[in-house]
């Protein structure tokens, strides 16, 4: 048996207690560069309980809906934000934490343009890109030490579209 989580679009305020929705949305914070690039700063709030901040690039394998979901993880040490390298939407799942073991996921779908910042500590699905060339930019953290947890679902979710 699969329990059904439908697909909703990735917004702000709902992404909000896992996270940072990255995007260019609403007026630049700064002109720069002579007033040739509009600069929206600060946009995600990178946590790393020690290491440092490191740049790496992950290209996964585009997925197709429905999706069926049987795991997640966190990192415990250190926030991971994820910016698509080419313009396509991907699927982003997250979970609450319910006593340090994951609640009812949730499913979210990016719009061009939009990347995410988990939360450390926040339980998340894998990279999840619908299309090629599935190419992302990670910042997380980058140090010793074991930075993953995973929990595996006993019965698992059907992420769907309406």
Known sequence: MRVPIRLQPLVA???????????????????????????????????????????????????????????????????????PMSQHPFVVVVAPDEGGKPGRPLAFLTQVGQGVNYNRGTWHGVLTPLHEPALFAVIDRIGDGDNLEEHWFDTPFVIETD
């Open 13 to 83: 305020e709902a992404f909000a207690p896992f996270g940072n929705v990255i995007s260019a949305a609403g007026s630049p914070d700064k002109l720069i560069n002579q007033g040739l690039c509009e600069r929206f700063h600060d946009r995600a709030t990178m946590d790393f309980a020690d290491g440092r901040a490191g740049i790496s690039l992950f290209k996964g394998v585009p997925r197709t809906l429905p999706l069926k979901l049987e795991m997640v993880e966190r990192h415990p040490d250190g926030s991971q934000a994820f910016l």
